[in-house]
């Protein structure tokens, strides 16, 4: 258990769907990320939210929409998606920097996502 | 261009030795953190090192870091098949609580 909860663990959906994954943390931490991981690609980052506020987006499509309504809940909203989109998705969080250092981050076990 | 990358991509060994794996980057960074996957998982974190750091034990893992060469090495001693995931190292990057991740070394332990 790492603290960190995706739901749902598996998704199918046809391309006109729309879906929304939901990732909750219970670590009191105040930096939520999405990660997508597809098959023989590095893990990419999409979106940090520091305290609720975007402040990170990777040149993600618009077909992924990203909602932190609070510091321990963040949605990644799916609209539209394509057959490349079929990935491992990825949440984590992480406590603020200290001193310039990152902290480590602590991830959920992903949703993953099949796009028919 | 990446920022990590994970030598060998694959790797397997019998229980009881010792795995090595590799990660040059091509930044600087603050700190380097190796991080653990096992099949269907989410990753977990092992151990990270700073930049003013040049080895770092914890149990069975030993990290090293090398600045002026911009690589980094995880040993994992004693292997156990426990130990048999991918393995991810990631860098701070320039700017911002960010992490790059390279694309990971595959351990096989055989019991």
């Known amino acids: 258990e790492t603290g960190v909860t995706q739901t749902p663990r598996h998704l199918v959906m046809g391309m006109t769907n729309k879906k929304s994954l939901k990732c909750e943390q219970h670590?009191?931490?105040?930096?939520m990320y999405w990660y997508k991981q597809s098959a023989k690609k590095p893990l990419e980052l999409m979106f940090v939210y520091n305290f609720k506020e975007q402040t990170e987006n990777n040149s993600v499509p618009s077909r992924f929409s990203p909602e932190c309504p609070n510091s321990s809940h963040l949605f990644l909203h799916l609209h539209t998606l394509q057959p490349e989109d079929s990935a491992l998705y990825l949440c984590?969080?992480?406590?603020?920097?200290?001193?310039?250092?990152?902290?480590?981050?602590?991830f959920g076990d992903g949703t993953r996502l099949s796009i028919l | 261009s990446q920022q990590g990358e994970e030598d060998p991509q694959a790797l397997s060994i019998q229980e009881g030795e010792n795995a090595t794996m590799n990660c040059s980057y091509k930044t600087s960074i603050n700190n380097l953190q190796w991080y653990r996957q096992n099949s269907g998982r989410g990753l977990v974190h092992l151990i990270l090192?700073?930049?003013?750091?040049r080895e770092k034990h914890s149990g069975r893992l030993r990290v090293t870091l090398d600045t002026s060469k911009k690589s980094s090495s995880l040993l994992i001693t004693a292997s156990r098949a426990a130990d048999t995931a991918s393995y991810f190292c990631?860098?701070?990057?320039?700017?911002?609580?960010?992490?790059?991740f390279g694309g990971g070394t595959r351990l096989m332990v055989k019991p």
């Open positions: 990631a860098t701070d990057g320039t700017a911002g609580n960010m992490l790059t």
């Open positions: 090192i700073r930049s003013n750091e």
């Open positions: 984590a969080s992480s406590p603020p920097m200290t001193g310039g250092y990152n902290q480590p981050q602590h």
């Open positions: 670590l009191g931490h105040n930096a």
